[in-house]
C-alpha cells in the first residue's frame, strides 16, 4: 500500500459502518452473527466484508503483543527528511521489520514503528538501511519499554 493519492472513496452507509463496528468488537465474528446484528445475510455481508478489504476501508488481523512473539525490541522512528516524503514513506514501508509509517507535521516529517529481535537488529535497520535512504537527514528512536495500551476500536463516523 504506497503513499501514492488514492481517488477519495465513497462514503460508507449506515449497514457498512455496522459491520465495521461489530468486526472491531470482535474479528472473529462470523458473518452469520454479523448479518443477524445488522439485517443482512450472510452472504451479503461476506460481499461487503471484501469490499471493505479490497477497498482498504479495513483489514481483518490477529493482534499480538510482539514481545510475546520473540521480538525483544520496538520502537517508534522520528524521521526528519528533505524532499518529497512520499518516496521516502514508500522506502519505509518496504522495510520488513516496519510496521507503521506515518507523513506528519511537527518535529517529524516522518514516523517508523519498527519491530524487531534485538537491539542489535535495531541498531543495523536505523543505521545501515533507514539513514540510507536518500532525502533522510536525521532519525531519533523512542525505543518502547512497555505495551501500556493498544487496541483498534474506535468506532465509525
Known sequence: MGCVSKPKPTPLDEVSKAIVTELQEDGRRSYAAIGKAVGL??????QRVQRL???GVMQIVAVTDPIELGFARQAMIGVRATGELEPIADALAELREVDYVVI????????????CESDADLLEIISQRIRTIP???ATETLVYLKLCKQTYSWGVR
Open 41 to 46: 445475510s450472510e452472504a451479503a455481508v461476506r
Open 53 to 55: 478489504v479490497d477497498g
Open 104 to 115: 506528519t507535521a511537527g518535529s517529524y516529517d516522518l514516523l517508523a514503528e519498527v519491530v
Open 135 to 137: 532525502g533522510v537527514t
